[in-house]
Nanobody, 127 residues
Framework: QVQLVGSGGGLVQAGGSLRLSCAAS????????MGWFRQAPGKEREFVAA????????YDADSVKGRFSISRTNAKNTVYLQMNSLKPEDTAVYYC????????????????????WGQGTQVTVSS
């Protein structure tokens, strides 16, 4: 069982920055694909960014590419989401997720591809 603990959310003005962190338990973090998703009130949870064990990254191009950056530090079992130039529409609960399954092909933008989820951290961007 993997536990994920997210932190770093808060209230920020439009144009500001936040860095979210997600710490994972276990000794095989380096082999996981890690993802960030978000859910705004009344909306479905949606993909934000993911980072494979190779370090390659994927972003939701329409909403966050160029503003958000995902990274990981395997020695600390932690994945980060650096969020810059925040907009009110970025307001949501942000969830980190871990995929522990070892597959050659999968789609890291899909919720169903992940095995473990953090508790979520609130990000509120005021206009």
């Amino acid at each position: 069982q993997v536990q994920l603990v997210g932190s770093g959310g808060g209230l920020v003005q439009a144009g500001g920055s936040l860095r979210l962190s997600c710490a994972a338990s276990g000794r095989t973090f380096a082999s996981y694909t890690m993802g960030w998703f978000r859910q705004a009130p009344g909306k479905e949870r949606e993909f934000v960014a993911a980072i494979r064990r190779s370090g390659s990254t994927i972003y939701d191009a329409d909403s966050v590419k160029g503003r958000f950056s995902i990274s990981r530090t395997n020695a600390k079992n932690t994945v980060y989401l650096q969020m810059n130039s925040l907009k009110p529409e970025d307001t949501a609960v942000y969830y980190c997720a871990a995929r522990s399954r070892d597959s050659v092909t999968y789609n890291p933008t899909l919720l169903s591809e992940y095995d473990y989820w953090g508790q979520g951290t609130q990000v509120t961007v005021s206009s």
